[in-house]
């Protein structure tokens, strides 16, 4: 009478799964991306963290301390830095995983 056609269920299955293999594909992508950046940073903040200590130790064998105290409280606010940042990539990781959970949840219900 219209003329318009509907599409098979098999069809509109297959189309469905095509798109949720690019989401998840792509989540992944970001996930990794996210993974990377964290153990870089988390090599940086290592080596920061062994640099403060070698700094404090160094202060403390020291006669005149105050030649290291810039380095240590540059140190210190690297580490934060680092902490901070990492707490929020981890952050993202949960939403990431939270997200990539939905996702499989719903897919699965095709």
């Known amino acids: 009478m219209f003329g ?4 098979s269920p098999e069809r ?11 989401i998840v594909t792509t989540m992944m992508a970001v996930k990794n ?8 940073l988390n090599k940086r903040f290592m080596e920061a963290s062994a640099d403060a200590a070698l700094a ?6 020291t006669a005149d301390p105050e030649t290291y105290e810039n380095r240590l409280e540059s140190l210190t ?3 934060k830095a680092y902490e901070t940042r990492i707490a929020f990539l981890d952050s993202q990781l949960n939403f ?3 997200v990539l959970g939905k996702v499989s ?3 699965d219900d095709l």
Do not use: C, P, W, Y
Not at 4 to 7: L, M, S, Y
Not at 12 to 22: S, Y
Not at 33 to 40: D, N, R
Not at 56 to 61: F, G, I, K, Y
């Open 12 to 22: 509109d299955r297959e189309t469905d799964l095509v798109r949720f293999k690019r």
């Open 56 to 61: 404090l130790e160094a202060m403390d064998d």
């Open 4 to 7: 318009f056609n509907v599409r």
């Open 77 to 79: 606010s690297i580490i």
């Open 96 to 98: 990431l995983e939270d």
């Open 33 to 40: 991306e996210l993974q990377m950046e964290k153990i870089g």
């Open 105 to 107: 949840s719903f897919h």
